[in-house]
């Protein structure tokens, strides 16, 4: 009897001990084993987030107790830091602001309570404001592969990296300033870095379940399932909800807020999308509408060589390209008259050779627009900001071998930044590397098989339909040639009269990829935000 008793006693206590732990593994409730709450699964079509993922990839490896065991000796050896909450405060104009900053990560689990992920974030929370009725804005970039520190120390954020004029080379300072623009005055704010980017990382030795999450469904739920586990956390579930993404962030955006609607359990009352890709069939392959989408972004590179320029300055283009334009590309290089009329249009309004853009068709590829720009100059344009030219390092060369002067000379000071803002300010210290923009992600990336391109249209649409009272604000620069501002329009222009300008609304200003990089541009579209989140 004894020895029964103290058997079945020291069950229980272990049974305690490890409830206990399981609570200390994060503060929010774990996710329930329902399809709502699971780690992504990228292969399922309608977005459903996962069942477990070990016992699908490997046949039974799941009840292996070994296997078990040595999957959460993985998981701990890669887990991050616990989370550090600090008291922060900046002087800005006219006000200070004090507020809590944390910097930490959730962990996502599977079906079975195997760990797979910790997702890093980084969250601002004013102090003094009711949690019940104060907004809070959860945001990501793009990428895929990239980390949220472009909005974050670009636009968003209490503090500001400059990313122009001198801070807009390499070896400029990483040293971060208040920011007089930042959102914290309306909205709290929760910067989410994907798996592979920033700090977040995988704990799990699972190749199938790793890959499920570099999809384009996988990915947004895994996001999706984040905001919700931050809302748990934070008791902020009754709390005004906004999404914003950047770049990529206009395919994840929209699929991370449907989830949220149908599968997560929590509504969210605006989405704001920043320089967004909405279908990648308008961006490649034999669609002619990608030559529509980047006419007036030429046309606007072109006249700003010669002083400022503004979205209406660019009304004949924009009347142009879905007009005449359009018409004789529709008519093929078998009219050659249609042919030589549009080569020769296009020429003048971008200032390219005429002879060179007759041999295109008038065609431009992007890469083929930014060098021949300023080509008798050695000189490229960039993508991000095609107003922003570089040297050519090949100018003799028959092949592109040139990068990006408007993004890349930002990668070593946005980074040295992060870094030190999460060490030495946030008290947050992980090991391993920190990745601002992971190639390793972006290779690895799989956007679907079959003859339909990621796009977020669809979810756009069934969001909006939803819920009478969501809107939607979209905010491009002028020069920007990675998602030009056209394409977007014409893809707005399409949606049903139930989403009309009431609750969608596209702003344009002067700029690039990151037309918040300008002042003007910067707080213009700060108060077209706040004006949504009011």
Same mark, same amino acid.
């Given at each position: 009897m004894a020895n029964s008793f103290a058997t079945r006693l020291a069950a229980a206590l272990l049974v305690a001990c490890l409830v206990t732990a399981a609570r200390a593994e994060d503060e929010a409730p774990q996710p329930s084993p329902s399809p709502s709450a699971q780690a992504p699964n990228g292969q399922n079509p309608g977005g459903q987030t996962p069942s477990g993922q070990k016992g699908r990839g490997g046949r039974g490896e799941a009840g292996s107790g070994? *296997? $078990? $065991?040595? *999957? $959460?000796? +993985?998981?701990?050896?890669?887990r991050l830091p616990p989370d550090s909450t600090t008291k922060q405060s900046v002087a800005l104009p006219g =006000? +200070?602001? *004090?507020?809590?900053?944390?910097?930490?990560?959730? =962990?996502?689990? @599977?079906?079975?309570?195997?760990?797979l992920a910790d997702i890093a974030y980084t969250s601002y929370q004013l102090d003094g404001a009711e949690k019940a009725n104060r907004p809070v804005t959860f945001l990501f970039n793009g990428g895929p592969g990239s980390a949220s520190a472009w909005l974050q120390f670009g636009n968003v954020g209490p503090w500001r990296l400059p990313f122009d004029g001198d801070g807009a080379v390499s070896s400029a300072s990483p040293e971060l300033q208040a920011n007089a623009d930042t959102w914290l005055d309306f909205t709290d704010l929760v910067f989410i870095d994907p798996v592979g980017t920033g700090y977040s990382r995988f704990v799990t030795t699972s190749e199938d379940a790793r890959k499920r999450f570099f999809t384009v469904d996988g990915d947004a739920n895994s996001v999706a399932l984040v905001i919700r586990r931050w809302l748990e956390k934070y008791d902020r579930l009754t709390s005004p909800k906004y999404v914003v993404g950047e770049s990529y962030g206009g395919i994840r955006g929209p699929k991370v807020v449907r989830n949220l609607q149908m599968q997560q359990g929590v509504g969210v009352r605006g989405l704001v999308l920043i320089s967004p890709v909405l279908d990648f069939r308008d961006y490649a392959g034999s669609s002619i509408l990608q030559y529509v989408a980047s006419l007036p972004t030429m046309a606007a590179v072109a006249r700003q060589?010669?002083?400022?320029? +503004? =979205?209406? @300055?660019?009304? @004949?283009?924009?009347?142009? $390209? =879905?007009?005449?334009?359009?018409? @004789?590309?529709v008519k093929g290089q078998a009219d050659t008259e249609a042919t030589t009329r549009l080569a020769d249009k296009v020429a003048s309004l971008t200032g390219i050779d005429q002879a060179v853009s007759r041999r295109l068709a008038g065609r431009f590829d992007i890469g083929e627009f930014r060098r021949e720009f300023d080509r008798k100059n050695g000189k490229v344009t960039g993508r991000y900001d095609a107003s922003i030219e570089g040297f050519d390092p090949y100018p003799d060369s028959s092949y592109f071998r040139f990068n990006d002067p408007s993004g890349d000379p930002l990668m070593a000071p946005l980074t040295s930044a992060a870094v030190d803002l999460t060490t030495r300010r946030l008290n947050w210290r992980p090991d391993g590397s920190y990745h601002l923009l992971s190639e390793t992600v972006n290779k690895a990336w799989e956007f679907g098989h079959g003859i339909n391109p990621a796009e977020s249209v669809t979810q756009l649409r069934q969001m909006l339909a939803l819920d009478p009272k969501m809107r939607l604000l979209v905010g491009h620069g002028l020069f920007d040639l990675a998602t030009p501002y056209f394409a977007s329009r014409i893809i707005l222009d399409q949606l049903p009269a139930f989403a009309g300008p009431s609750r969608t609304k596209l702003a344009v200003y002067p700029g690039g990829h990151m037309f918040y990089s300008r002042d003007g541009s910067r707080q213009a579209f700060r108060k077209e935000v706040e004006a949504l989140v009011k």
């Open positions: 070994a *296997n $078990a $065991a040595a *999957n $959460a000796a +993985t998981a701990e050896q890669h =006000r +200070t602001l *004090n507020f809590s900053a944390t910097a930490g990560s959730i =962990r996502v689990f @599977d079906d079975k309570g195997e760990p060589a010669k002083g400022p320029v +503004t =979205r209406e @300055d660019l009304a @004949d283009v924009e009347s142009y $390209a =879905r007009g005449d334009f359009l018409l @004789d590309l």
